[in-house]
């Protein structure tokens, strides 16, 4: 079963305007966290948000925050103000507590191709 | 601080060859994850290592192989390539291990892509 599910393969917007970029997930663990990151035509992935299972608050970080909505399992990335560096692939990803020793896995979606137009 | 640096950023091989890519992390970074990227399949994780001891390990086939140094460099092997091994290969580092609970962040590299013929 899909543990990040990312149902906008392409999305548009006009400059200066806000985007949702959705991500669901599923996982039975009670700790986990959840990931945006951006990866633009060059390949590198560049993180830029971060929400635990137990933060309270919704993560922001300058132009993006999270609506995390726990009860639904959605992590949805919010982007103020778009511009049009902002145009690349975005990926939601989710590491789960029952990693036991280990961190470093990551379960990504399968990403959105935002495209931001002057 | 230099990033993540992946060598060589472009590869082509031939189906049955074997290939090695190399990661080299941020210095003081001591877990290093490598994955894969496709269009059909998108990111998946292939392994992670930690002091030289790879900690955890994707649905792969066992022609996927890896190690770490004990300078923290990573190197991941590739045998008998086929067609679908086609992707790009990326690798992440992160800064601390045991403790760091579930908040520390990959920083990734620029990957390697690697082309079957």
């Known amino acids: 079963a899909q543990k990040i599910t990312q149902t906008q393969p392409g999305m548009f917007v006009q400059e200066k305007e806000a985007v949702t970029l959705d991500c669901t997930y599923d996982?039975?663990?009670?700790?986990?966290?959840l990931f945006w990151y951006k990866q633009p035509s060059s390949g590198e992935m560049i993180f830029l948000i971060y929400?635990?299972?137990?933060?309270?608050q919704n993560a922001t970080e300058g132009r993006y925050s999270l609506n995390f909505q726990k009860a639904r399992k959605s992590a949805n990335l919010v982007i103020s103000a778009s511009q049009l560096g902002d145009s690349a692939m975005y990926f939601c990803?989710?590491?789960?507590?029952?990693?036991?020793?280990?961190?470093?896995?990551?379960?990504f979606g399968q990403g959105t191709i935002l495209t931001v137009h002057p | 601080k230099a990033g993540v640096t992946q060598t060589p950023r472009y590869l082509i091989k031939t189906r049955g060859q074997q290939v090695t890519l190399s990661c080299s992390p941020i210095?003081?970074?001591?877990?290093v994850s490598w994955y894969q990227q496709t269009p059909g399949q998108g990111l998946q994780f292939l392994f992670e290592?930690?002091?030289?001891?790879?900690?955890n390990k994707g649905n792969f086939p066992g022609r996927f192989s890896g190690r770490q140094f004990s300078n923290s460099r990573s190197e991941m092997n590739v045998s008998t390539l086929e067609l679908g091994d086609s992707a790009l290969y990326l690798c992440?580092?992160?800064?601390?291990?045991f403790g760091g609970g579930l908040r520390y962040e990959q920083y990734f590299g620029p990957g390697t892509r690697l082309t079957v013929t």
């Open positions: 929400q635990g299972s137990y933060d309270e």
């Open positions: 290592y930690f002091s030289e001891t790879q900690r």
């Open positions: 992440a580092s992160s800064p601390i291990f």
């Open positions: 996982t039975s663990d009670q700790s986990y966290g």
């Open positions: 990803a989710m590491r789960e507590g029952s990693g036991g020793t280990s961190y470093g896995k990551l379960t």
């Open positions: 210095s003081g970074h001591r877990s």
